[in-house]
């Protein structure tokens, strides 16, 4: 960044001190695809603001002052994982301390607990765990469809999917159409983490690699379930690894356009192997909301997941590039076991108004993004 000359674009009043940024905005201004490099100067830019100016223009472009949440539910069914990753405090081996395993009926227990409000999405996803058959999965979906007809699966990651099929000798595509006819209606984004393989060696090496990852998402999206995206940041990567992974999805996304929502998740070191990386400023975590709405062009929808940010800073992203911030979530475990310090649930009613008050529309979505109307906790879904 010069700090000497001041560079300002001809058009729609931007402004920036940084030249570097100067083609970059007429690219996004004309509604033109960013490069690889061009994504690598975003993450350096000393002009945070005009990179923030920027994402929020295209997210005013796509959705006006529309801020997308949802009153959901997250059930994790275990917390037995065979994976010893890293970046994760929530997994535990068999027989160590801390381990659960809900019996069916506890979790469906669980879903039916909570908030009188209404859910309109259970988000299920938990350990790799190396005895419960495939049947357990599927049991707990058809079950939760029996008793919540109304409510929208969205289940398991394409690290779940790929280890069902390993441990039930199946195919991808056997296993992931199995689960539709169980019930699964879409797929959460986790376990992308970041796809460059010297990163997946250090934070996750017993997890699939990125190829495989995004060739789930591939076969899913085929299948005709939807799914969203993540990338974990904030810890032994660099701004290369992390362009890499969004380019690598913008170009999943331009064959298949099946991934709904891309989630920035800011690495949460407390209880991991990775505890002496400090945490994530806000800084880098609305840096990287702008960043991924102005190189995922062929994305509807960036998420701020307010558990992950604090709601302080989800409600900032709201004006830096973000049209969504998640849901109510009522039971969040994975980032709570990694020091996270947000409370574990919201109600719709806080949600409205840390959206109100950052000058955007409420607008509460299902799954799929159609609108919800409410009376009492009942809910219809417009189609
Ligand atoms: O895949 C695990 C991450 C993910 C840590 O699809 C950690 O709507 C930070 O994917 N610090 C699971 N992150 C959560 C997830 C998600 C969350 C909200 C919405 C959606 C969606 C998906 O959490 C994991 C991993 O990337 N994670 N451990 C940690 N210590």
């Given at each position: 960044?010069?700090?000497?000359?001041?560079?300002?674009?001809?058009?729609?009043?931007?402004?920036?001190?940084?030249?570097?940024?100067?083609?970059?905005?007429?690219?996004?201004?004309?509604?033109?695809?960013?490069?690889?490099?061009?994504?690598?100067?975003?993450?350096?830019?000393?002009?945070?603001?005009?990179?923030?100016?920027?994402?929020?223009?295209?997210?005013?472009?796509?959705?006006?002052?529309?801020?997308?949440?949802?009153?959901?539910?997250?059930?994790?069914?275990?917390?037995?994982?065979?994976?010893?990753?890293?970046?994760?405090?929530?997994?535990?081996?068999?027989?160590?301390?801390?381990?659960?395993?809900?019996a069916l009926e506890e979790a469906f227990a669980t879903a039916a607990s909570g908030y009188t409000e209404a859910v309109t999405?259970?988000?299920?996803?938990?350990?790799?765990?190396?005895?419960?058959?495939?049947?357990?999965?599927?049991?707990?979906?058809?079950?939760?469809?029996?008793?919540?007809?109304?409510?929208?699966?969205?289940?398991?990651?394409?690290?779940?999917?790929?280890?069902?099929?390993?441990?039930?000798?199946?195919?991808?595509?056997?296993?992931?159409?199995?689960?539709?006819?169980?019930?699964?209606?879409?797929?959460?984004?986790?376990?992308?983490?970041?796809?460059?393989?010297?990163?997946?060696?250090?934070?996750?090496?017993?997890?699939?690699?990125?190829?495989?990852?995004?060739?789930?998402?591939?076969?899913?999206?085929?299948?005709?379930?939807?799914?969203?995206?993540?990338?974990?940041?904030?810890?032994?990567?660099?701004?290369?690894?992390?362009?890499?992974?969004?380019?690598?999805?913008?170009?999943?996304?331009?064959?298949?356009?099946?991934?709904?929502?891309?989630?920035?998740?800011?690495?949460?070191?407390?209880?991991?192997?990775?505890?002496?990386?400090?945490?994530?400023?806000?800084?880098?975590?609305?840096?990287?909301?702008?960043?991924?709405?102005?190189?995922?062009?062929?994305?509807?929808?960036?998420?701020?997941?307010?558990?992950?940010?604090?709601?302080?800073?989800?409600?900032?992203?709201?004006?830096?590039?973000?049209?969504?911030?998640?849901?109510?979530?009522?039971?969040?475990?994975?980032?709570?076991?990694?020091?996270?310090?947000?409370?574990?649930?919201?109600?719709?009613?806080?949600?409205?108004?840390?959206?109100?008050?950052?000058?955007?529309?409420?607008?509460?979505?299902?799954?799929?993004?159609?609108?919800?109307?409410?009376?009492?906790?009942?809910?219809?879904?417009?189609?």
């Open positions: 960044m010069s700090s000497s000359s001041t560079f300002s674009p001809p058009r729609h009043g931007f402004q920036t001190d940084d030249p570097a940024l100067g083609s970059i905005a007429e690219r996004v201004l004309h509604g033109e695809r960013l490069t690889f490099e061009d994504g690598v100067q975003l993450y350096r830019s000393g002009d945070i603001l005009a990179v923030g100016w920027l994402a929020n223009h295209v997210r005013e472009r796509l959705h006006g002052d529309l801020a997308y949440f949802n009153v959901n539910r997250h059930i994790n069914p275990t917390n037995v994982c065979v994976a010893s990753c890293r970046l994760c405090a929530f997994g535990r081996k068999k027989g160590d301390a801390g381990t659960y395993t809900m999405e259970f988000h299920i996803v938990g350990g790799l765990h190396p005895d419960l058959p495939f049947s357990y999965f599927m049991d707990l979906v058809q079950g939760l469809k029996q008793r919540f007809p109304k409510v929208h699966v969205k289940a398991f990651t394409m690290v779940e999917v790929a280890f069902f099929a390993k441990r039930g000798k199946m195919t991808i595509p056997e296993t992931l159409q199995r689960m539709k006819e169980a019930g699964v209606d879409s797929m959460p984004g986790g376990g992308a983490e970041i796809f460059a393989d010297r990163v997946r060696h250090i934070i996750c090496d017993h997890k699939i690699d990125g190829g495989e990852w995004l060739e789930t998402a591939r076969m899913a999206h085929k299948l005709g379930l939807r799914s969203n995206a993540t990338m974990l940041y904030g810890h032994v990567e660099n701004d290369e690894d992390r362009v890499d992974h969004l380019l690598r999805l913008r170009e999943v996304q331009d064959d298949t356009g099946g991934f709904q929502t891309f989630i920035p998740l800011a690495f949460h070191p407390d209880h991991t192997a990775l505890d002496h990386i400090p945490r994530t400023t806000g800084m880098l975590d609305i840096r990287q909301i702008a960043v991924s709405r102005l190189l995922l062009d062929n994305f509807s929808h960036i998420k701020a997941y307010w558990q992950m940010m604090t709601p302080k800073i989800a409600q900032i992203a709201l004006r830096f590039g973000a049209d969504d911030i998640d849901g109510t979530v009522i039971e969040e475990k994975i980032y709570h076991d990694a020091g996270a310090t947000t409370p574990q649930g919201m109600r719709r009613s806080d949600l409205v108004r840390l959206i109100t008050e950052a000058g955007r529309q409420p607008f509460e979505r299902d799954t799929l993004y159609r609108a919800v109307t409410r009376s009492e906790d009942t809910f219809t879904v417009a189609v």
